[in-house]
T-cell receptor, first 111, second 112 residues
């Protein structure tokens, strides 16, 4: 079945770059997403990438996709304390409109 | 444009009771999906509605049900509540052929 895996925790210093990694198993995934969740809040869509792309950049965010290895990463440049949150990777299957999420990576940014 | 609105934000219910949660999608969005988020299981898909029809359903017992109205607003209902139903219930809306799904703030349900 479908499975999305992420490392559980990442700690960085303010100003450094953060890289959050994700692996998925469903080869029919069409879109892959990154969501951010702050305490007590819902999910905020950060960015997404279509499966036929290798890279997408959006301001401080860079998404890299290695379709052969089914590996997705999110790089946050110049990480700020306000970036501290849980980041979820998700995939959308071509046949459905539902999202399958990873367990989330908690990013802690220290001053 | 207003975002996805979920009401209420917080609920406390007793085991055995039933509960109804509401979701108003972004104006113009016709697809509404529901997800359950718990510390142990993470985010799990419940069901998706489009034009008042359930298009897809996750692996949840029949106590979980939903519906969508002609104005695209959606409700989900959980009957005979169990302690394990305590969770954050999230609703997401999207346009017909749009790749982006936008989430509401969620309803935090606590079953005691």
């Amino acid at each position: 079945g479908e499975d999305v895996e992420q490392s559980l925790f990442l700690s960085v210093r303010e100003g450094d770059s953060s890289v959050i990694n994700c692996t998925y198993t469903d080869s029919s995934s069409t879109y892959l997403y990154w969501y951010k969740q702050e305490p007590g809040a819902g999910l905020q869509l950060l960015t997404y990438i279509f499966s036929n792309m290798d890279m997408k950049q959006d301001q401080r965010l860079t998404v890299l996709l290695n379709k052969k290895d089914k590996h997705l990463s999110l790089r946050i440049a110049d990480t700020q304390t306000g970036d501290s949150a849980i980041y979820f990777c998700a995939e959308r299957d071509s046949g459905y409109s539902t999202l399958t999420f990873g367990k989330g990576t908690m990013l802690l940014v220290s001053p | 444009k207003a975002g996805v609105t979920q009401t209420p934000r917080y609920l406390i219910k007793t085991r055995g009771q039933q509960v109804t949660l509401s979701c108003s999608p972004i104006s113009g969005h016709r697809s509404v999906s529901w997800y359950q988020q718990t510390p142990g299981q993470g985010l799990q898909f419940l069901f998706e509605y489009f034009s008042e029809t359930q298009r897809n359903k996750g692996n949840f017992p029949g106590r979980f049900s939903g519906r969508q109205f002609s104005n695209s607003r959606s409700e989900m209902n959980v009957s005979t509540l169990e302690l394990g139903d305590s969770a954050l219930y999230l609703c997401a809306s999207s346009e017909v052929k749009n790749t982006e799904a936008f989430f509401g703030q969620g309803t935090r349900l606590t079953v005691v």
